[in-house]
């Protein structure tokens, strides 16, 4: 569960929020609402990297989608689809 807390308290305390996000992420508050977060580094890094190339399906031809929709995960890799699941749940 991340923590919650304002700017202010962030600016006074920068070293313990600092520490706080290794363990969890820091939203940081101003006016009362969330506008930054504090994360570890390692978590960046995770999420980086899940920013991918994504090409608009109109740009694909009828044997690409076709190909697409018979494709089938390789083995040991269905955390995948709980994480494309997730994501998808989340945009709609």
């Known amino acids: 569960m991340a923590s919650i807390v304002t700017a202010a308290a962030v600016s006074r305390n920068f070293g313990t929020y600092q520490d706080c996000a ?3 992420p820091v939203i940081i508050t101003e006016n009362g609402r969330p506008r930054t977060v ?3 580094y390692e978590d960046y890094l995770r ?3 899940l920013d991918r ?3 608009a ?3 694909l031809s009828e044997t690409d989608l076709a ?3 018979k494709s089938e995960m ?3 890799l269905d955390h995948l689809n709980a994480e ?3 994501n998808k749940q989340a945009a709609d």
Do not use: K
Request: charged share 30%.
């Open 67 to 69: 190909a697409v929709e």
């Open 84 to 86: 494309l699941l997730t």
């Open 74 to 76: 390789e083995p040991g």
């Open 47 to 49: 999420l980086s990297q």
């Open 57 to 59: 399906m109109p740009d």
């Open 38 to 40: 504090l994360i570890a």
């Open 22 to 24: 290794v363990r969890e």
């Open 53 to 55: 190339r994504v090409e």
